[in-house]
């Protein structure tokens, strides 16, 4: 079954870190991507919540706006798409993405049709 392993975090953390932290945190997430390479089916991190655009249709009107749909403590800051056997290894393959000590993971299965 295919889950999407959302990452939320606070963006500002990002802001005020060096090259080296910034370096360390990466490279821990191309280790994850390595140890899970067959399970990932794909992955992405987002641009910051600045760089969003938001879009609605009320009354056959197009509404855009600049930004985040809402303010929140945490943004979303990336995905991975992933083949697990079940819940409980979508939860632990989320419980390793190095994001998730200063954010959270929501896991949530990938709709199918018949």
């Known amino acids: 079954m295919q889950y999407l392993l959302l990452i939320y975090e ?5 802001q ?7 370096g360390g945190e990466m490279n821990e997430y ?5 140890a899970l390479a067959g399970a990932i089916k794909a992955c992405a991190p987002l ?3 600045s760089a969003a655009t938001t879009v609605r ?4 009107k197009r509404l855009i706006t600049d930004g985040p749909f ?8 990336g995905i991975y ?15 390793k993405i190095p994001g998730v000590r200063y954010g959270c993971v929501e896991v949530r299965p990938i709709m199918t049709f018949s």
Request: no cysteine; aromatic share 4%.
């Open 10 to 14: 606070q963006e500002k953390r990002y």
């Open 16 to 22: 005020d870190r060096s090259p080296e932290e910034m």
């Open 30 to 34: 191309i280790a994850y991507g390595e």
């Open 47 to 49: 641009q910051p919540t």
């Open 57 to 60: 249709v009320r009354e056959g």
């Open 70 to 77: 809402a303010e929140t403590k945490e943004q979303l800051g």
């Open 81 to 95: 798409l992933v083949e697990a056997r079940d819940l409980d290894e979508a939860i632990d393959m989320a419980a």
